[in-house]
């Protein structure tokens, strides 16, 4: 979607502020509508003691946050399908900015696995109105809190030891990315877990209100910009022209033959299988990966590669195709309108490798060399001159493909969708079709030990760390990070969405090849 006078933040009242989404950001918007896909969580793990996970506490935290980040506050308005907007209404008072944080925060009485499971696969927790949400669960406590009264200001000694407590901070994945989540979930701990107490966490969200929210004469209110809008617009004809041949031909390089078995008879149920190795392991792991000149993420596709040919499944003369999200943000050269770091800033790209094992070599020699060659694509693919240039125009063929499904998908909710015409047959045979289905995304998020500065809350310790999104049916990503000193990988997948067999021999061939090479 190109960026036009009308797609700036501007103040249509003199207390909201709204912004036209850009095409990634619609991209995530219009799937989402009806049930959700793609909502973002991260859920983490943590020992802390009772005080400082208080409903009077976390509020306060939660309202300042959401403060600097607009966006987790905003609303959405869709005038068309075109024209979908990101509407703010900044609180009014202090006061209004903890009652909203109040209103999006819940305590659960909850186990882990409880609360992913019914954020991934029951009613749809985020709205249009809800854009964010924060639970906190304790499956072995007496939740929720009772409602708080003005007095509850006052701090309240604890003396008792560290508990275990599960935080699930969820988000519509058209907010922002992953990258956004983690840095938004150091600072929450980072606040929560200081030395501050009540009465300096509301002197501290009087000053956050005061500079970003209260009314005064020339004050203007922005949001962060869409990612299109963070690119250095492409001002020349000629290049524009020179850019859409590279893009199509880097589109005619995506081969993939191989997919898992789908069947979708019933009801999407998003499971995520988790295993986590430790610290001397991770260790161990990450020392032969540098030895091998390979990052931990190149040896993920690897990894797979080698887990799929295995099963045996798909054609051998047809290469695996794997996708996964690059960070842009060193890219956006412009100055930001405002300086949250809640936006999107994902970049897609494929990695593409042999679906075969050659008898006649060593399957180590097999697994590091796939590994090498995923590294040189995935550089390949950032070292690119052409790089912005096809990241803004797989923006635009996102949102142009996100709109026309979801039309057709509105038109047939109406029951007043008509299929397209065939089209025309060519006068000379066309060449066939080149396959290009991915077998499986993978998140490779990298070490996340240095997003999360655990040192700068010690009174609080995390332990577990899972993330992901609601999927749609037959949806599939594998996750692969350090975190809290050691290395895990999860299988997130709709186990209504494919044949469980298959799905299950993969996986334990992707953990017996972590054992076998790794």
């Not at 797609?7 to 009242?13: G, I, K, L, R, Y």
């Not at 992953?178 to 877990?193: D, I, P, S, V, Y």
């Not at 995923?374 to 693919?381: C, P, T």
């Amino acid at each position: 979607m190109p960026s036009d006078p009308d797609t700036a933040a501007h103040e249509p009242a003199p207390c909201c502020v709204d912004r036209r989404m850009g095409d990634t950001e619609l991209s995530y918007y219009l799937p989402a509508r009806s049930n959700g896909v793609n909502d973002m969580y991260l859920h983490i793990g943590f020992d802390a003691p009772a005080h400082l996970v208080q409903r009077p506490r976390v509020r306060l935290v939660w309202a300042i946050l959401r403060m600097q980040h607009p966006l987790l506050s905003c609303s959405v308005a869709m005038h068309s399908y075109e024209d979908v907007r990101f509407v703010y209404t900044p609180p009014l008072t202090p006061q209004d900015a903890l009652d909203d944080a109040d209103n999006n925060l819940e305590y659960k009485p909850v186990t882990k696995d409880e609360l992913i499971g019914d954020y991934l696969n029951g009613e749809r927790t985020l709205s249009n109105q809800r854009l964010s949400y924060l639970i906190i669960a304790d499956g072995s406590a007496s939740l929720p809190t009772p409602p708080l009264t003005p007095q509850e200001l006052n701090n309240v000694p604890d003396t008792d030891p560290n508990h275990n407590r599960d935080l699930l901070i969820c988000a519509a994945h058209f907010l922002g990315d992953g990258m956004a989540l983690h840095q938004f979930a150091n600072e929450f701990f980072r606040l929560l877990a200081s030395d501050k107490s009540l009465q300096e966490l509301q002197a501290l969200l009087t000053e956050e209100w005061n500079r970003s929210c209260r009314l005064n004469p020339g004050k203007v209110f922005t949001l962060p910009n869409c990612l299109e809008d963070n690119l250095a617009p492409e001002l020349s004809k000629l290049r524009r022209a020179i850019g859409k041949v590279d893009f199509q031909l880097s589109q005619a390089k995506c081969i993939g033959g191989q997919a898992f078995p789908r069947k979708s008879q019933q009801p999407r149920r998003t499971i995520v299988p988790t295993v986590s190795y430790d610290a001397d392991r991770t260790k161990s792991v990450l020392k032969r990966c540098k030895e091998k000149g390979v990052s931990i993420s190149a040896a993920f596709f690897a990894i797979c590669n080698i887990a799929w040919a295995r099963v045996g499944n798909g054609p051998p003369d047809l290469p695996a195709m794997m996708y996964s999200a690059l960070n842009l943000r060193p890219y956006f050269k412009l100055r930001p309108p405002h300086d949250s770091y809640w936006f999107l800033a994902v970049g897609y790209f494929n990695v593409i490798l042999p679906n075969f094992i050659p008898r006649s070599i060593e399957p180590s020699s097999t697994f590091w060399h796939r590994a090498r060659s995923a590294k040189f694509q995935s550089a390949q693919v950032a070292k690119t001159p052409m790089f912005v240039s096809r990241c803004r125009l797989m923006a635009e063929e996102r949102g142009r493909r996100a709109r026309m499904w979801a039309k057709a998908d509105d038109e047939r909710e109406r029951g007043t969708y008509t299929p397209p015409a065939p089209a025309p047959t060519p006068a000379k045979p066309a060449k066939p079709a080149v396959p290009s289905s991915a077998l499986i995304g993978l998140s490779l998020l990298g070490n996340l030990d240095g997003i999360y500065k655990h040192a700068t809350f010690p009174a609080v310790k995390l332990h577990t760390l899972t993330t992901g999104s609601r999927q749609r049916s037959g949806g599939m990503l594998l996750f692969g990070y350090t975190f809290a000193g050691k290395l895990w990988v999860s299988l997130g997948y709709d186990e209504n969405g494919f044949d469980k067999e298959v799905v299950e021999k993969f996986w334990q061939n992707v953990l017996g090849a972590m054992d076998e090479f790794l």
